[in-house]
């Protein structure tokens, strides 16, 4: 069965400083890998996805996120945070040899403080 | 705009009266969900559809239902609401194949049973 783990609930950084927003995940086949982003009152917004191809991924808004097949790991990185970073983070996966269906991360928490 | 359209987005109701929240897409994709969001427990399924006549039960499908006439609508039919259906819903869309595999969001529905 898919599964995926968020370990931290709450991720403080100050501004100017890098992030780093850790996922870990376990499928049958090839992970499709997803980050998303929610702001207060608002849908969860696609950040980036893997697919196959280099381990690490450019996504939306200056984020990336590196893929590690040994260690079974999708982190989402920034260089730089910003204060209106501040969101709620969700990593997801799909596998297409278990039913396509999307397995959410429970969450992390992203508080950029200036 | 391509676009996953929830209605309504805040919906107040007693207990026991049935209520419909609706969700349409735009971008002829196969794959749609409910998802119900709640604090501490993230994103949690409830029903998928793979296409149009094919539903599936999710991870808590209990006191809900649904149903996939047309390839863009999926609605999420409570029959009998009830208090600890209080939460945030949200709608998702996808293809089903492997090119696009990421899933859009509607803006969400704020649910309240009293």
């Known amino acids: 069965a898919q599964s995926v783990a968020q370990p931290e609930d709450q991720v403080n950084v100050a501004e100017g400083n890098p992030l780093t927003v850790k996922c870990t995940y376990s499928v049958s086949g090839n992970p499709y890998l997803f980050w998303y982003v929610q702001y207060p009152n608002r849908g969860l917004q696609f950040l980036l996805k893997y697919i196959t191809g280099d381990n690490l991924v450019k996504g939306s808004y200056g984020f990336e996120a590196e893929f590690n097949k040994s260690q079974t790991s999708f982190h989402l990185k920034k260089p730089s945070a910003l204060v209106s970073d501040s969101a709620l983070y969700f990593c997801?996966?799909?596998?297409?040899?278990?039913?396509?269906?999307?397995?959410f991360g429970p969450g992390t928490r992203l508080s950029v403080l200036p | 705009e391509a676009q996953v359209t929830q209605n309504p987005r805040y919906l107040i109701t007693v207990t026991g009266k049935k209520l419909t929240v609706t969700c349409s897409q735009n971008?002829?994709?196969?794959?749609m969900s409910w998802y119900r969001q709640d604090p501490g427990l993230g994103l949690r399924q409830i029903y998928y559809s793979m296409n149009v006549e094919v539903t599936d039960k999710g991870d808590v499908p209990e006191g809900y239902k649904v149903s996939r006439k047309e390839k863009r609508n999926f609605p999420l039919i409570l029959e009998s609401p009830s208090p600890n259906q209080t939460s945030l819903y949200f709608c998702?869309?996808?293809?089903?194949?492997?090119?696009?595999?990421?899933?859009?969001f509607g803006q969400g529905t704020r649910l309240t049973v009293v």
């Open positions: 998702a869309s996808s293809l089903s194949g492997a090119l696009v595999p990421e899933a859009f």
């Open positions: 997801a996966v799909r596998d297409f040899n278990y039913g396509q269906n999307f397995v």
């Open positions: 971008m002829n994709h196969e794959y």
